[in-house]
Structure formats: C-alpha cells, structure tokens
C-alpha cells in the first residue's frame, strides 16, 4: 500500500494546480463546490477552506541580482484534504505539501516538504496573515506586505513583497471555469508586487530585486475526467499591463482562458478560445519532451508574443513532478513571466 | 643389450656399503640367477634395477633408459612399462578380486590385452579361482598371481625376488616352471633372485653376490 | 592409468562398506550439527536484519527524550525550525495470548516503509483509510489473525514484510490505540536536511541524539545468545571430526600394502596423493550435503524454540519458519571440506612418507603419538593460556577462549592421566591374565586415545550444560516466588480508571502497590526508572544480591536507588556509587537485585522523589496484596465492575507459568545439542574400537593359544572399554564442574547479564557414568561379539601370516 504515492496520486490536481492531469472530475464527495455569483470575502478567503478538496497559495517571482543575473523563484503550499473538516492532532484529515524552487539561467534548485494539519506543522490563518509548512513561510501584517521563506539542501531566499495594485478575481468575480462542461475554481491573484531580498546559493548570496505574482485557488473538482495536462503563463510586460493564461488538454479538444490586466490593475476576463499558444520547440527534459519555446497570440489585444524559458531544465522533481520556470517574452510586447506545463510524459 | 648395471655402489644411510661397484649384464631374452648370501644385497641390486630405489654412483640402463637420470615420475613410468617385478611377499591387492589382481598392472600402464591376458589366466591354472580374493588363496596360487601380473604387460625384464621363497618344495617347482615357460614364450629377460642352486642352475647365467662385489 | 588406480582405490571401500558409511555418517553428524547451529543463527540474525530494514529501524540517528516521551509540541517547534524529522509513537498493548508492539509513524514522513509499500493486500485502499479514523493496522498474518479476533480494533491488513509480533500503523491511529495523545517516543532525524540548521543542541538541549550504531542492544544482547549456539556448534563439530580422523586413519592404515603396491606398479606418489585428495574431496562433498539436509531438518525442528526464548526474552522479531540461505549451503560444505582435511592431514602426511620397500612397522600407523610427557605439557600450557586470556581480557570472546583451552588442554591431558592410571592399576593386578589385562589396555590406549578424548568433552559439556540449566531452573523459580509476591496484577485502561480502581481496591485488598515507571536513558541505555511506595512486600521479598544497611529507608526517603543486576553489571554500579536517573538527580546506589529473564536495566525509588520530577507518570498497573484464597474472587469482581478484558488482570500464578516456560525454552536448543554431542562421542569410541579391531588380533591369538576361551576375551574387550570410560568419566566430572562454573559466572553474565549461584546435582552425575558406561559398552559390543564367533582359522591365520 503506497500511502504516500496515493497521497499524490490524491494531489495530483493540486500539484497540476490550475492545470489539473489527474482525475479529479469524480464526484466530491461531502466537499464543497464552488458556486457562481459567491462573492470573495478578504482577508477571510485568504486563508484555508478545508470544506474544499483542494487549495494552494502559489507565489512565482522573476528577479534581477545585484549581480545583474535574472533569477526565479516558486514558493507554493498546497493543501489536499482527505475529508471536509479539519481536526485536532494526528487525526486532521488536512494534508499539506510545500513546493520551493530556485532558477538561475544555468541551475534549477527544488525542494518539497510534505505535512499534515492538526498538529501546527503546516496551516494558514488568514488575519494576520500567515501560510506555512515547516520553516517555510509566507506572513505579514496583511496580504499587501509579505515576507517570503523557503530553504532546501542547497538554496534559500528571504524576500520582502509588497503589492503594487489592486487583487484581480479571475474569470466571474473570482468563479474560474475550468472546462467545456462548467467545471470550475475559485481563484483570485495579486499579479503585481516589488520585490526586494537575497537569495542564498551554493556559491553565496545574492540581493535582488524583481516581481512577483501570487496566485490564490480552491475548488473541489476542477477537471474534466478527459482533461490530461496544462499550460499555464503569468506574464508581465513592460508597459505594465499583465496576463494570465492557460491552455487545458483535453480529448474534446484545448480549453483556453485568462484574464488580461491593465497597467492599474483592472480586469478582463478572456473566454475560450481567444487565446491561442503554439509550442514552437521541445527540450529533451527528465527523460521526456517538454516545449519549453511558445508563440502566444491574443488578436483582440494587439499581442502576439515568442515566450522562451530562461532555463529550459526547469524540472521540478518532487513527488508529483511537472515543469515550471521563470521566461521571457519578446514579440509586440516585452516582458518576464512564468510558465507551468504538466502531463508531459 | 637389455639391461646394463656399470659400476654401481650403494650405502644405505649410517651403514657399511653393500654393493660396491657392481656391473653386471644381461642380454634380450636372457635367464641370470642372483645368488648370495644372506645380507649380501641381492634385494638391494633387484631394487636398484627394478627402479625402486637409487644408487649413490654408476649407472643403471634398461631397454636403453639410463636410471640416473629419471626422475620420480620417470621411475614410476619405467615400473609400468619394461619392468615387472615379482617379490617373495605376494603383494597382491586385498581388495581386488584374482582377475582384477591380474589385469590390473596392465590397466595401470595402459595396456590390456585380453587374449593375452586369458592365455596367462589358464597357463598358470587360475581360471578357476579369478572370481576369489588374495586371503582366499594359498600361497602357491598367490605367488601364480603376482607372476601373472608382472607378465600380463609383457615387460622386457622380469625381476623376481625369491618368488618362492615362502613355497614348499613341490609347489616351489611348479611356479618355476610355469614361470620359466612364460618367460620363454615371452622372449622377456629375467633376473631372479635365489637361494636354491638347483634353482640358478636351471637359469642361463649365474652371478655370485659376496662382499659388495659380484662374482 | 588414473582410472585403474582409482578403480584400485574404490575397491577398498567396496570391500568395506561399513567403514564408507561410517565415515560418510562422521562427516554429516559433525556437519549436521555445525550447520543446524548456523541455520538458526542466520535466520536469527537475518530476521533482525529484515525487521530493521522492514521498519526502518537502527538506519537513521534519532532524537529522544532523557525521560520518557518527547511532547508533540517539541516536535512541531523543531519541524517548524526548519529540522527535518519523522515520528513515532511506540508501545505495546495487550491482546490475549500475549502483547503485540504496535509502531506508529507519521506516515507522510517515515523514510522506510517498504513493508507498507508492497503488500499484496491493498487493492482498493486509499490514504483515506489509513490516515483517517479508524485508521488500518499492518501485519504479519499470524499477528492479523490475532488483531481481527478482537472486537473494536481498526481494520487490519496483512503483510509478509512485517515482523513477527508487530503492528505498523499511522501514528495517529496509534494514539488512540495506546490511549496516548500529544506525545511522540522517538523522532528520527531523516538524512536529507536543509541548510544553515540551527544545532539541535541548542534547539533541543533536553533531547539526545542517539546515533544508529549506538542503539544495538538487541543485537549484543542476542549476540551473545548465537555465540552461545556457535560454541556448541563448533563442539560437536570437533566432536564429528574425531570419527572422521579415525575412520580416515583406519582406511590409510589398511591400505598402506595397496599403496606400496601401487606405487611399485610405477604409479607416481604425486598422481597418489591427487586421487586421495579427490576421494576425501568426494566424501566431503557427499557427508557435507547429507549433513546439510541433516542440519536443516535438526534446525527446524529447534528453531520455533529458538524463536521463543528470543522473542520471550530479548523480543527480538524471530519467527519459527526456517529459509534455505545459499551461503549456508556453501559455508556448511566448506567446513565440511576444511574438517575432512584437518581431520585427514596426518593420514595424509603419512601417506607421502609411506616407503615402497619398508616391510617392518605395520602397527607404526596409528599408535605413534606425541611423547606422552610432552603432551601432557602442551595440555596444561592450553589451560593456563585459557585462563590467562580470561585475565587479561574481558567479555563473551575471553570466555570462550578460556573454555576452549580448557577443554583442548583437559582433553591433551587425558592420555597421560590415562597412562598413569593404568600404570598404578597394574600394580594391583593379581595373576598373569590380569597382568595381560592391564598391559593390554596401555597398550590400545594410543588408538582409543581420539574417542576417550571426545568422550572427555561430552561428558564434561553435558555436566556443565546440566549443572547450568538445573542451578537456573533452581534460582529462578525461588527468585519467582520472591519477585511476584503480589497474588494479582492489574492493568487500567487510563489514568483515570488506575485511580478508580485504586480507591475500589482500598477496602478490598490489603494492600494495593502501584507499578509505575518511565523510560529514562543512562550511558546512551535505555533503562526503565519505577517510582514504589513503601511496603513489606519490597522490604520482605525484594530479591537483592547486593546491598547498603538501610537500605530499604534510604529508598523510601528517596535517598537511595536501588538498580537491577544486568544494569549494575554493565555500568559497573555497585552500592556506594552515584547513578544519575535524570539529568541533574543523581542518588546514591543502595541495592542490587537479581533480574532474570529481562534484556533491559532497571531503577527503583520512591514513588513520591520520582513523582516530583515525572509527574505525569502513568498510573495504571497495579499489584494487589490479598489473600491467596479470595484473589479468585477479587479478579472475577474486578472484571465485572470495570469491565477489564481477562488480560487485564493476571493472577501471579500465570506469571510465573509463562516466566518459566520462556526458560525451559531457552535451554531446550541447548540440551538437545548436548544429548546429540554424547552420541556422536558414543559413536566415535565405537569406530575406534573397530579401527582397533584391525590390530587387536595379534594381539589376542597368543592369548587364545595359551588356553584363554573366545568368550573369556569377548567379555574381557567389553569391561576394558567400559573401564577405559569410566575413568574418562570420573576424569570429567571436575572438568565439567570447572565449565559450569565458567558457564554460570562468566558466559551467562555476558550473554544475559545476571550471575547464577551454582548448585550441584550428583545424580546427574550418577546417570552421566551410567550413560558413559552404557555407551562404550554397546561400542565394544559389536567387535566383542566378532570375538565371540570368530572362527579360529582367523586366529591360526594370524601365524600363518606372522612374517
Ligand atoms: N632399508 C635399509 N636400511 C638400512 N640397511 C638396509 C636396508 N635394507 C637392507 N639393508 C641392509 O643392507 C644389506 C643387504 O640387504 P639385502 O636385503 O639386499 O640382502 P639380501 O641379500 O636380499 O638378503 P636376504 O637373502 O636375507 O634377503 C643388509 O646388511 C641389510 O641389513
Ligand atoms: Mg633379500
């Protein structure tokens, strides 16, 4: 009995996180579903939602060393639940896991910690804010002002986050369709903060500085049983506007969405279909093919866009592996971002 | 020339020498009678020739190998091959019956003949017994045996020492003749060892042990 | 030429077949018996082996408390600084016919859980079932019977990679199950950590790193016990051997004439001494693997004994089942091939020495020994060098070193003892035939000299052996009735209901003595600290071996400790040195008390001093004073009114029943090694004699020509032989004292950790003579009664030969 490989298999669709290859469009049984027209409550909802089977709070940043190196970081926690409630002590059916990484354009540094709630190992209370899973975490007075820590074998980083603009609720009000047959999350982001702190590295620190994008969801089945993997960008332009987009695989078909975000911070929901991604070129990575160069057109905005991995070997070899990395983009707009691709195999 | 013993001495360790430069010849298809004394070192010179043992000086040839010169495994093959030899004591082996007694040198050096071997088996009357053991056997008929298997290889020289040395007179008589006849028939050389004079005097030659040297 | 010489050589065993069997069944006791001993011990020690990879035991570094379980919390701050660990929660509950270990991990953490990754029987089971209530219990399908008998446990799945007599279980379900919360036994520091950790010593200064190889106690513990079964092993191996040397030298000796002939015939010494090589090879090869079928079936049987006694004493996971080991196949030919040639060495050497010309000396074979003054100094060096390394060294190794000069050294001597004895035995002989008698004896005694000298050392063995098991049995069960002078033990489901029971009992017992302790670690050893209340039960029965005056109000004030013997020995702790219990309360040692049948040490003082220091002891055993006739009573009315399951509540009586049959047990592999080594001795007299055989009957014909009868000799061979072994046997009643002694004092000390007064049994002794003499008498049975019907043309032949 593979306790812990079950566990994953049970998280799959939250380590496929937006992106969701595992077959989470069974019934939710005794869980939450997410319901159109519920109003996002803050700081509440920034916090857990053990009622739902799975959530995650996901902070990618692209970051410029004092060294004048271009750097990324991931810090995630995601939360499965076994059952929709929480415990005291060993019995909490909330299990927690811990994704960190750091990119340079030659290495890529992974860490994973896994937890379980009820013993105040792993949690995030949402007033004052803090999200955390071992040493790890994510805290501050609210959600504008963060520190950010993580640490693994061979890295660390301490970063300051301080929002730039306004939350962006994606899709309706934050109610995020999934698929073609309604499947849906809810999930709200604040795509803009500065970024200031070090990093740690094998060879010594290193201050920088950068932006960051953060990213909130919890749902309770948000795939298709056909949908097998996913393409997920955050990118930020210099001219300040922003998009999120993701392209979901499916048998019946791609599902594409996302939001575009004005330089103030509004924002426009994009329905399937007005996105289009093309893989222009694969990366023989772990053992299997991965594009890691993309052409992304938007035609209602003027955009189309060359989007390049800055370090193709991106591998996030955790339990449930899948890729993620920071890029840049060339093209009608210039920019960084970040790119997360799953169900390759 | 079947065997040539040119000068050969020997001591045996802490004691006076016993022979003491012995020569002594002896042609293909010849008959010698060893005499002498008690304690004059007949054995002594058989076993010498019979590769046995070694000699402190001189030389030994048989069939045209030099003894000196031969090594344990080169003694060990002269033994399986040109010589045979019968002792006074039987020397059979316990545990084989009569027949395989008697195949048995000839097995060792890698040559049986099997019609030979028959031939020997009712020449020297054994035909009855071949099935018995060595304990099961009276002295004459042991004695039958051993002369049996030293000329079941058809060796050029036949060294016997007293074969009937443990016989009474009749029985004595009989393995001589059978012997003397299969030598005859075989064309080998043959140095006997004996007390008896009307024995040596059935051979072709006589030569006389006495004090170390040959007479 | 090789295949005549061959066939020449074979056609002596085709004549002697019985020489062939003996020899073949020499080689497969010594094997058999060798090879049992190492079955048992490898599958011992690979059951120690699996159960330490199955749970992940003895791999990792762990952190523990000084005392008794580290809280959650402490577990959670040392996660949450950064330190990567797993935990477990251990402990044993109750079941009927005996409590099973359940382990808890943290599932989501454990580094090692192979048991729990390939078990066969999880289709259909999620993460859900484990780690959610009621949660899933793991183990072995004996152990899951036992679990899914009980009514109220979580489900149970079976598993073969499991150790006998364990539960694996998430640690959540496992609080529940040991009525535990908010506390973890031990946490493993995982190997793959962060860096820039802070250091654990100043994270966690009140807990200790116990590193992996620091946690061996079962392993030396049990060491000692398969040193033990080795040494028996290698006893009668030797013992085995000496039939091989006889029956090899007696082969060598009769066919010394086929030698000389053969090479005579012009075959070469080098190609003689390849094929009686090969031959021996032969006969290894075939006596080793009868031997290893032997070995196995004697080890199978022993083993679910075996187990027992480890699981009973040490509870080491050993289960009863015994798996064929490719290396014990190899390891019990090889000994088998080393022995035949050691045992063949001399006949071997001889053998290239044998002249092709040399007539006289036929009898030169066997009785040329060493000088007999000689070997009697080589013999007392032996000894002397034994007890020297005893001196010098200590431990399990030095003992045996001692133990084996002794009984090399005893069984050198045993010749000229021998010799001497027949010399002053002579001088009482009255007549010519009694004179004969006597001259005769010395006169075999070179060629008996092998077998009397095994017979020497399993008589010696089996006076030890028995004079160890009986002085136990003797010790022990007095040490019982002084150690469980309580008539009935109860066990509370919680603190709650211990001290329910406890004001219950007030009235209805005499007197109720609570039983409660914690875990602390002394000198990296993990040693369990009782709180007791004072009473005359302690004060009147305590069985102490050693102790202060006052001793019993030093540890009531709590001014004193009192500790067990194992720990005592092993700390070198003694009255009048200062142990520390916990860090910072150290009390001075005030008594030593004997404690049998328990691996691990132990502390006592007063309940009150140890509550002010733990003062969340569990309190829920308890002894109950009460008279013997109404315990029956008090037991039924305690069950009813708590409603206790039956093992809850055990009457004294029970106890001391299954502490004894743990012992029994303990010594059963022992005492069948022992009645199997007496037999191989027996054997080995017998194979002398007829070796002996070949020569004796020279020796007898003049006799029988001067007028003695044939049965007058036949009985005269019977009553030599069996004098011959009566005097080994009295020779080996000190030797097997002197062997107890060690047994008792410094073997049993180092492998279980307690000293045994020593108690003599001559009864024992009585039916040991008795078996000696029973057993050279049927040996010279068999070439007597060939005496008895020997025709007399044999006789006459032996001068019809005489040249
Ligand atoms: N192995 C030996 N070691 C020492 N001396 C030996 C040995 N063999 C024989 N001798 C001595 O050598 C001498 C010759 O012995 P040998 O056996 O050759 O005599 P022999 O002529 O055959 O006597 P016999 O007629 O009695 O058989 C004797 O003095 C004997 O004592
Ligand atoms: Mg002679």
Redesign the interface.
């Known amino acids: 009995m593979r306790v812990r490989v079950l566990i994953f298999l049970l998280m799959l669709p939250l380590g496929a996180a937006a992106q969701g290859f595992a077959g989470l469009g069974t019934d939710a049984d005794g869980f939450a579903v997410p319901e159109r027209g519920q109003a996002l409550a803050f700081p509440r909802d920034h916090g857990a939602h053990p009622a739902y089977r799975i959530e995650w709070w996901y902070v990618t940043a692209t970051l410029t060393g004092a060294d004048g190196r271009d750097y990324g970081i991931q810090w995630t926690l995601f939360r499965s639940a076994l059952a929709p409630y929480e415990l005291d002590g060993w019995q909490s059916p909330q299990l927690w896991m811990g994704h960190a990484a750091l990119t340079t354009p030659d290495r890529h540094f992974v860490a994973e910690r896994l937890a379980r709630g009820g013993i105040g190992q792993a949690g995030v209370s949402a007033d004052p804010f803090e999200a955390w899973i071992d040493d790890w975490r994510m805290a501050g007075p609210g959600f504008n002002m963060l520190d950010l820590q993580a640490r693994g074998a061979e890295f660390a980083y301490d970063l300051s986050l301080t929002a730039q603009g306004p939350l962006v609720q994606h899709g309706d009000r934050g109610y995020s369709v999934k698929s073609q047959d309604g499947q849906a999350s809810y999930y709200y982001s604040q795509p803009n903060f500065a970024v200031t702190g070090t990093l740690t590295l094998p060879t010594g620190p290193v201050a920088l500085t950068g932006n960051a994008w953060l990213d909130r969801e919890w749902s309770s089945q948000p795939l298709s049983a056909d949908q097998n993997g996913w393409d997920w960008f955050s990118l930020s332009f210099d001219d300040g506007t922003r998009l999120m987009a993701f392209r979901l695989r499916g048998g019946r078909g791609d599902f594409t969405s996302g939001t575009w975000i004005g330089a103030d911070g509004s924002a426009t929901p994009l329905p399937d279909g007005l996105i289009e991604v093309v893989p222009l070129d694969l990366t023989g990575v772990a053992g299997r093919e991965v594009p890691t160069r993309w052409r992304l057109t938007l035609p209602d905005k003027a955009l189309s866009v060359e989007i390049e991995a800055l370090n193709p070997q991106a591998w996030m070899a955790t339990s449930f592996p899948y890729w993620e990395g920071p890029v840049r983009v060339t093209g009608s707009h210039d920019g960084k971002g970040y790119l997360e691709m799953t169900g390759y195999d | 020339m079947l065997l040539n013993v040119e000068t050969v001495s020997k001591t045996y360790p802490g004691g006076r020498p016993v022979l003491d430069r012995v020569s002594l010849r002896l042609e293909h298809g010849e008959t010698v009678a060893l005499t002498g004394e008690s304690g004059s070192g007949k054995s002594t010179l058989l076993n010498l020739v019979g590769a046995l043992d070694q000699f402190d000086s001189g030389e030994i040839t048989v069939a045209g190998t030099a003894l000196s010169g031969l090594d344990e495994r080169g003694r060990a093959a002269l033994r399986r091959g040109s010589l045979a030899v019968v002792f006074q004591q039987f020397n059979l082996i316990p545990s084989l019956s009569v027949e395989q007694n008697l195949a048995f040198h000839a097995r060792l050096s890698g040559q049986s003949d099997a019609a030979w071997l028959s031939h020997l088996t009712d020449r020297l009357g054994l035909s009855a017994l071949l099935a018995r053991f060595p304990e099961q056997l009276s002295g004459g008929q042991q004695q039958r045996v051993a002369i049996g298997r030293a000329l079941a290889v058809r060796p050029a020289l036949l060294l016997a020492d007293e074969p009937t040395g443990n016989l009474d007179e009749v029985a004595s008589a009989a393995v001589l003749d059978l012997m003397l006849g299969l030598v005859a028939e075989t064309g080998c050389g043959l140095l006997l060892v004996t007390h008896s004079d009307a024995i040596a005097a059935r051979l072709d030659r006589r030569a006389h042990l006495s004090g170390g040297q040959l007479a | 030429?090789r295949?005549?010489?061959i066939?020449?050589l074979w056609?002596?065993w085709?004549?002697?077949p019985l020489q062939l069997l003996t020899l073949l069944a020499g080689l497969a006791l010594a094997t058999g018996l060798w090879s049992a001993v190492q079955a048992i011990n490898a599958e011992a020690r690979s059951s120690y082996a699996e159960a330490s990879a199955q749970l992940g035991t003895g791999q990792f570094d762990e952190l523990r408390a000084a005392s008794g379980p580290i809280p959650?919390?402490r577990?959670?701050a040392l996660?949450?600084?950064?330190w990567?660990l797993a935990a477990v929660l251990e402990g044993r509950m109750p079941l009927p016919g005996g409590s099973v270990e359940v382990m808890g991990v943290?599932?989501?953490?454990y580094p090692a859980?192979p048991a729990?990754?390939e078990?066969s029987?999880?289709n259909g089971?999620?993460?859900?079932d484990?780690?959610?209530?009621p949660g899933?219990l793991?183990a072995r399908p004996e152990t899951a019977r036992r679990l899914r008998a009980q009514v109220g446990l979580p489900p149970v799945?079976r598993s073969q990679n499991l150790p006998a007599g364990v539960v694996l279980t998430?640690?959540?379900t496992a609080?529940?199950l040991l009525n535990r919360?908010?506390e973890v036994s031990r946490l493993l520091i995982l190997p793959?950590?962060?860096?820039?950790l802070a250091p654990l010593a100043d994270l966690a200064p009140d807990l200790m790193v116990v590193p992996a190889e620091g946690r061996s106690e079962l392993a030396r513990l049990t060491d000692s016990f398969h040193l033990n079964l080795t040494a028996f092993g290698l006893l009668s191996f030797t013992v085995g051997l000496f039939i091989v040397h006889g029956m090899v030298g007696l082969s060598f000796e009769q066919r010394r004439?086929?030698i000389?002939?053969?090479?005579?015939?012009?075959?070469?010494?080098?190609d003689l001494t390849w094929l009686m090589l090969g031959e021996l090879l032969l006969f290894a090869l075939i006596g080793g693997t009868v031997g290893l079928a032997l070995g196995y079936v004697v080890a199978a049987a022993l083993l679910p004994d075996v187990a027992a006694t480890l699981r009973g004493l040490y509870g080491a996971p050993v289960d009863g089942d015994l798996a064929l080991q490719p290396s014990w196949v190899a390891l019990g030919l090889m000994m088998a091939v080393a022995g035949v040639f050691a045992a063949s060495a001399q006949a071997l050497w001889r053998l290239s020495r044998v002249p092709?010309?040399q007539?006289q000396g036929q009898y030169a074979w066997s009785a040329q020994g060493m000088p007999v003054l000689a070997q009697a100094g080589i013999g007392a060096l032996m000894i002397g060098a034994g007890f020297l390394a005893l001196a010098v060294f200590d431990g399990l190794v030095a003992g045996f070193v001692m133990l084996g000069g002794l009984l090399m050294g005893a069984a050198l001597l045993l010749p000229p003892l021998l010799t001497l004895a027949l010399r002053i035995g002579s001088g009482f002989s009255r007549g010519p035939l009694g004179a004969w008698v006597w001259a005769d004896m010395r006169a075999q005694l070179p060629g008996l000299s092998l077998a009397l000298m095994a017979l020497l050392l399993a008589l010696a063995a089996n006076i030890g052996v028995g004079t160890m098991v009986s002085s136990f049995r003797l010790t022990f069960t007095g040490w019982l009735d002084q150690r469980l002078a309580s008539e009935l033990y109860v066990t509370a489901r919680d603190d709650a209901q211990g001290t329910e029971i406890a004001r219950w009992l007030h009235s209805r017992a005499d007197a109720v003595l609570p039983i409660r302790s914690t875990e602390v670690q002394i000198s990296d050893q993990t040693v369990f600290l009782y709180g007791i209340v004072d009473h005359p039960t302690y004060r009147d029965n305590w069985p102490l071996i050693a102790a202060t005056p006052q001793v019993w109000d030093m540890v009531a004030e709590g001014r004193g400790a009192l500790i067990n013997e194992q720990m005592a020995r092993r700390m070198d702790l003694w009255p009048g040195d200062t142990v520390t219990l916990l860090p910072g309360w150290s009390l001075p040692v005030v008594g030593v008390y004997s404690d049998y049948g328990n691996p691990t040490g132990q502390a006592m003082t007063a309940l009150p001093a140890l509550l002010q220091r733990v003062p969340d002891l569990p309190n829920t055993r308890f002894g109950i004073r009460v008279d013997p006739a109404e315990a029956g009573d008090l037991r039924s009315e305690l069950a009813d009114t708590f409603a206790l399951p039956p093992q809850a509540l055990v009457p004294q009586a029970a106890i001391k029943a299954s502490s004894l049959a743990i012992f029994e047990k303990t010594f059963v592999v022992t005492g069948a090694l022992n009645v199997l080594t007496l037999g191989v001795a027996g054997f080995a007299i017998l194979t002398s004699l007829l070796t002996l055989w070949a020569h004796r009957l020279p020796q007898l014909a003049p006799v029988w020509a001067l007028g003695v009868r044939r049965d007058t000799l036949a009985r005269l061979e019977v009553l030599r032989s069996v004098a011959l072994a009566v005097m080994t046997a009295i020779l080996a009643l000190p030797l097997g004292l002197v062997l107890a002694w060690a047994l008792l004092a410094i073997i049993n000390v180092e492998a279980f950790g307690w000293r045994l007064p020593m108690h003599l049994f001559p009864l024992q002794w009585l039916i040991l003579l008795l078996l000696a003499v029973v057993t050279a008498g049927l040996a010279a049975l068999l070439p007597a009664r060939r005496m008895h019907h020997l025709p007399p043309s044999d006789l006459l032949q032996v001068f019809a030969n005489a040249?």
């Open positions: 030429m295949r005549a010489a066939a020449c056609s002596h085709a004549r002697h959650l919390a577990y959670v996660r949450r600084a950064g990567q943290d599932l989501l953490a859980l729990v990754e078990t029987d999880i089971i999620t993460p859900a484990a780690l959610l209530a899933l793991i799945t998430d640690i959540g609080e529940i919360s908010a793959d950590q962060p860096a820039g004439g086929m000389r002939t053969l090479r005579a015939l012009g075959l070469p010494l080098r092709i010309l007539v040249r």
